[in-house]
């Protein structure tokens, strides 16, 4: 059984193959410039940096939003139902608070951002880190809905340990085939 996807994954997939796009065309022929024709364009290298930093967070959101993220859950999967429950509130509320941190460190960086202009290009320093602005507000949307789920008993809440939930996200695989 695969997430469903909704309109607003559909739309940071989207952003994400486009940025990949981009970021593959402009360091591809800055390549050919510099070795064929010997100029390339300088700015290529600031934009493909920009762009790997959107597509790194916003990947992390998608992969969070999607379960997808790593996770070791020797401990949680053999503690009782109400254990592994308790210790999944305790995780949320301790990633609500890196979270946050990481918001307000952005915020910080973004304002800072504000004054602060790129070396070649002259754009706004606060482009990059508004990326983390993003990731960390999108981030705590998911992750404190999640905690409701969590809290209000719901049967698609995420809790680690727990193998109804983690099958719906990652399918058993099929069966290898003997060589």
Known sequence: ???????????????????????????????????????????????SRLLFVWMVFLGAVLGLRRKAHLGVELV???L???ARRASAVISHLLMLYALWLFLAGSWTQTQIGMTTYSTVLHYPNAAMASAGLVCAASMIVVVL???????????????????????AFHPAPEKEIAE
């Open 76 to 78: 949680q999967e053999r």
């Open 145 to 167: 809905a999640n905690l409701y789920k969590i809290v209000s008993g719901k049967p698609d809440a995420a809790i680690p340990g727990d193998h109804a939930a983690s099958t």
């Open 80 to 82: 009782p139902f109400w």
């Open 1 to 47: 059984m695969e997430v469903q996807k909704t309109w607003i994954d559909r739309i940071v997939e989207g952003l994400l193959a486009l940025d990949l796009a981009i970021m593959v065309v402009l360091l591809f022929s800055n390549v050919v410039a510099r070795y064929g024709f010997g100029a390339g364009f300088a700015g290529a290298e600031e934009i």
